[in-house]
């Protein structure tokens, strides 16, 4: 009987894992695809030869790179403009400066 007891056990906790694992599956799937769709939104918003980007990548390279903590008025600049040119964005500061970099 114990030994019967036993086996139902690890089969129970099989088929939690089981479930648990696709559970965690889809949940990572749905927080990639939504960081997908944050990064092309992002990338499509600073797109093309603005000025106001392309002058904004040296300080785009210092905000970036001191994670954060330098601000110059380029960035800044071209942080309001992306926003007010895609008002539903919605994309961190750090994401914003990051696509400018990788233009």
Known sequence: MPRLVILA?????SVAGGVSAS???GTTDAIG???VNTVEATSDAI????KVILDARADAAS???SNGAIRGAYLEA??????EQHPGLEASDMQLAEAILAR
């Open 47 to 50: 797109s093309g030869n603005d």
């Open 33 to 35: 695809g939504s960081l």
């Open 78 to 83: 071209a942080l309001v403009h992306v926003r």
């Open 63 to 65: 905000f970036v790179g």
């Open 9 to 13: 056990g690890a089969a129970l906790f």
């Open 23 to 25: 559970s965690f599956i």
